[in-house]
């Protein structure tokens, strides 16, 4: 595994819980069932909007920078690597919430998609982010 996500508090954090791995199945008689095949959750999702951060260090009274993000997503070879999540990422979140948002322990995150950058005046950007959960092996 790879690095850790840089640790730049994000402006809004968006959570899909995973779901418990499962198919349906229908019947030639239209008789519908459904199969379990684990008992723990997988395919989490975290969306990340960084709003008004710096391009680069150069305007250092804002907190993180987008080339950080993005210095991020190559070492990780893109979409390919995992990598952990730092606690700042939840910074101001009920425990209880955040507990569940963190739990299983051994949950690794990677990209689902390349950042998205978008410029709002020269030299500072908003980043969206959109990760994924998965487990790390049994």
Same mark, same amino acid.
């Given at each position: @595994?790879?690095?850790?996500?840089?640790?730049?508090?994000? +402006?809004?954090?968006?959570?899909?819980?995973?779901?418990?791995?499962? $198919?349906?199945?229908?019947? =030639?008689?239209?008789?519908?069932?459904?199969?379990?095949?684990?008992?723990?959750?997988?395919?989490?999702? =975290?969306?990340? +909007?960084?709003?008004?951060?710096?391009?680069?260090?150069? %305007?250092?009274? %804002?907190?993180?920078?987008? $080339?950080?993000?993005?210095?991020?997503?190559?070492? #990780?070879?893109?979409?390919?690597? $995992?990598? +952990?999540?730092?606690?700042? @990422?939840?910074?101001? @979140?009920? =425990?209880?919430?955040?507990?569940?948002?963190?739990?299983? +322990?051994?949950?690794?995150?990677?990209?689902?998609?390349?950042?998205?950058?978008?410029? #709002? $005046?020269?030299?500072?950007?908003?980043?969206? #982010?959109?990760?994924?959960?998965? %487990?790390?092996?049994?």
């Amino acid at each position: @595994m790879a690095s850790r996500f840089p640790a730049i508090r994000p +402006t809004t954090r968006t959570f899909t819980m995973g779901d418990y791995p499962s $198919k349906t199945y229908t019947s =030639l008689s239209g008789v519908i069932f459904k199969r379990a095949f684990g008992n723990r959750q997988t395919g989490y999702t =975290l969306d990340l +909007t960084f709003r008004n951060i710096g391009d680069t260090s150069e %305007l250092r009274e %804002l907190s993180g920078n987008a $080339k950080q993000i993005i210095d991020h997503y190559n070492s #990780v070879d893109g979409t390919y690597d $995992k990598f +952990t999540l730092p606690d700042r @990422m939840f910074a101001g @979140m009920d =425990l209880d919430l955040e507990s569940l948002i963190q739990a299983p +322990t051994d949950i690794s995150w990677r990209y689902a998609a390349p950042p998205q950058v978008q410029s #709002v $005046k020269a030299g500072v950007s908003t980043v969206t #982010v959109r990760l994924i959960g998965e %487990l790390d092996g049994l």
